[in-house]
């Protein structure tokens, strides 16, 4: 069985196709004399985007974010499409939904009028309105991504909490969506001209329209570039920081600790050295030794610690 649904609206044809197979892909080339390479394009997922133009219809590739509004990197899905000048042909593995959604409710008997509205009287129309439904549904990831932005603003300053892998979730989720946009905008430019010869009604302001909205999400998405590579560099200077500060403070830790450590060590060996003998030395009894080394080296370890705030290297652990 051949998998696609259509639609007829007055003269117009709208056919969709989801997850298309090679069976009906040849079915409907052998119908409409689509080029063999254009239904290479439509069953690969990895072409790039493109517009081929021919006497009698013209074939785009788009490509568009796909899946949940919840995930965290949107996928990127191809959509294919076949304009002629009664007919339009949706090429897709089904996870677009704005495009599924309003394909089903123009199948709907009932929402005629809706139908009318939605395909208008020529496929150039129709393309517009495809396109424009689908540019639309990127402001709602958008919205996404700002509002991404205004945690991440809320939680760099916070050192108790670490962003980095959501700053770069949401620098890949940017560039992938800017990835999508500026093709599309090309496309768009491109697919004013081409497809004027299908309908009589002038589509530039639709196109014109489309382009607004593509400029629009850029423009936000650039600032949203900008602003993310500032947070991703304020959170690496205070995590620098706050890593200089441990480092600082185990060195000074460590510092302070090697007069005991050299006292103890050259009294630990096992021969004969000056007050060694607890014997010679019993002023303070039986510990007289013992009381000696732990001076010794708290003295030293005490003019040590202020040689070291005199000289400005102890930073904001002078102030103990």
């Known amino acids: 069985m051949y998998q696609f649904k259509s639609i007829v609206n007055d003269n117009l044809l709208w056919v969709d196709v989801r997850n298309p197979t090679r069976q009906t892909m040849n079915k409907l080339g052998g119908q409409y004399s689509f080029h063999e390479l254009n239904i290479e394009d439509c069953l690969s997922k990895t072409q790039i985007p493109k517009i081929d133009k021919y006497d009698n219809h013209v074939f785009v590739i788009l490509h568009f974010p796909a899946g949940t509004r919840d995930e965290k990197i949107p996928r990127v ?8 000048t009664n007919y339009l042909i949706t090429v897709h593995q089904g996870d677009l939904r704005p495009l599924v959604e309003m394909f089903d409710l123009c199948k709907k008997e009932e929402n005629q009028e809706y139908r009318q509205v939605m395909m208008g009287k020529s496929s150039g129309y129709l393309l517009h309105t495809i396109i424009d439904a689908l540019v639309d549904d990127l402001f709602h990831i958008l919205m996404k991504v700002i509002g991404n932005l205004d945690d ?5 300053y916070d050192e108790k909490i670490g962003i980095a892998k ?3 979730h949401l620098r890949r989720e940017i560039t992938t969506i800017r990835r999508v946009l500026i093709p599309l905008k090309r496309i768009i430019i491109s697919l004013t001209r081409d497809i004027q010869k299908f309908s009589e009604e002038d589509l530039t ?9 593509i400029d629009k999400v ?3 998405l650039e600032e949203s570039k900008e602003t ?4 991703k560099d304020t959170d690496f200077m205070l995590s620098t920081e706050k890593t200089n500060k441990i480092i600082a403070m ?3 830790v460590f510092t302070l600790s090697i007069p005991i450590t050299v006292v103890s060590t050259i009294y630990g060996m096992n021969i004969s050295l000056p007050g060694s003998d607890m014997i010679q030395f019993q002023f303070f009894g039986e510990y007289t030794t013992l009381i000696l080394l732990i001076l010794i080296s708290t003295i030293i370890t005490l003019i040590m ?3 070291f705030r005199r000289l400005g290297w102890l930073g904001e652990f002078s102030r103990f």
């Open 77 to 84: 899905t191809q959509l294919s499409i076949f304009i002629g």
């Open 152 to 156: 991440i603003e809320d939680a760099v």
């Open 166 to 168: 959501e700053i770069s």
């Open 205 to 213: 302001p639709y196109f014109d329209d489309i382009k607004d909205h």
């Open 218 to 220: 850029l423009d936000t």
């Open 228 to 231: 993310i590579e500032i947070y």
């Open 250 to 252: 185990l060195t000074v």
């Open 305 to 307: 610690f202020l040689s």
